[in-house]
């Protein structure tokens, strides 16, 4: 019972930080709903205010000017002119029926990425492996060595 405590905290203390099951959040391109007003009387008549704060735009998301910038030079890497490059992908990311389901390949992308088997992922596991094997044969070995 001894070895098997031994061997979860060796293994739980040799393991990287970043686990190759972590998601990492991609940032989020939902738009904040309008606030609802509510009024007491039923009859009131009178339109919403719309809120003074400036909305921020859907093009100023970080993730649509990252991919904004790689189809741009996408674009120019082909032999296009930049200005072209950018009124084309400006077009394109605007129309949200176009542009939609190009975004979310991208981000199915991004998340099957996160969790790639990696060298550093592997040698972890390899090392917690033969520190288990280790602590399960090292008692059995030293009892039989000396009876």
Not at 2 to 13: A, D, E, H, K, Y
Not at 24 to 53: E, G
Request: aromatic share 8%; proline share 12%; with cysteine.
């Amino acid at each position: 019972m001894l070895s098997l405590f031994i061997f979860l905290l060796i293994s739980l203390l040799s393991f990287p930080s970043c686990t190759p099951f972590t998601v990492h959040p991609l940032t989020s391109s939902f738009r904040p709903l309008p606030p609802l007003h509510l009024s007491s009387s039923p009859s009131s008549s009178s339109p919403p205010q719309p809120s003074d704060a400036p909305r921020p735009s859907r093009l100023q998301d970080p993730e649509i000017l990252l991919c904004k910038e790689e189809l741009i030079s996408r674009y120019v890497s082909h032999g296009h002119p930049r200005s072209l490059a950018e009124a084309e992908v400006l077009k394109f990311l605007e129309d949200e029926d176009r542009s939609g389901p190009y975004l979310e390949m991208r981000r199915q992308a991004a998340l099957q990425e996160v969790g790639r088997f990696t060298p550093e992922v592997g040698a972890a596991l390899a090392a917690a492996f033969f520190l288990g094997l280790a602590g399960n044969v090292a008692p059995k070995v030293w009892e039989g060595l000396h009876m």
